[in-house]
């Protein structure tokens, strides 16, 4: 092999995962960050027919030069996260931030079986469904998918 782009990836025969949309990955208890950027504000502020403004100081706060949605104090389940009949739902789905839309293909849960794995713990979607090539999961989580959307 010649390049490391050539290198044999530990899920070259490619990953299973399909969204049961049970909010699992948008849950505490853990807290973490669901990292945004300037477009993607600026398109979840249109979506809640919000400023930008608005949107910095209800959802948002600042961890050194980036933004990060905010999490219920209480759960550390993301702020945009909600119950409705058909089970957990997010208030942006449309407009999600990158990060959520990447999820499950991180680069902390691609970077061995053992990632994936622990990944699978917290997720029931992954291992079952759909299988994602090396290729697609690479495309996916190069693109950056608001330039599309006219940002």
């Known amino acids: 092999m010649n390049g490391?782009?050539?290198?044999?990836?530990?899920?070259?025969?490619?990953?299973?995962?399909?969204?049961?949309?049970?909010?699992?990955?948008?849950?505490?208890?853990?807290?973490?960050?669901?990292?945004?950027s300037g477009p993607e504000i600026q398109l979840i502020a249109r979506h809640l027919n919000i400023s930008v403004g608005e949107l910095k100081r209800k959802f948002l706060r600042r961890v050194g030069l980036r933004r990060t949605v905010i999490e219920d104090i209480c759960t550390r389940n993301c702020i945009f996260l909600g119950e409705s009949r058909q089970g957990k739902t997010c208030a942006i789905y449309p407009v999600r931030p990158k990060q959520c839309r990447n999820w499950p293909f991180w680069p902390s849960n691609l970077a061995g079986p053992d990632g994936w794995n622990t990944a699978a713990r917290k997720c029931p979607g992954i291992n079952r469904g759909?299988?994602?090539?090396?290729?697609?999961?690479?495309?996916?989580?190069?693109?950056?998918?608001?330039?599309?959307?006219?940002?």
């Open 4 to 36: 490391s782009n050539n290198k044999s990836k530990w899920y070259a025969a490619g990953l299973h995962f399909e969204c049961l949309k049970c909010g699992r990955c948008c849950s505490g208890p853990a807290e973490g960050y669901i990292w945004v």
């Open 130 to 151: 759909q299988i994602h090539m090396p290729e697609q999961i690479q495309t996916k989580i190069s693109v950056n998918w608001w330039r599309d959307e006219g940002v």
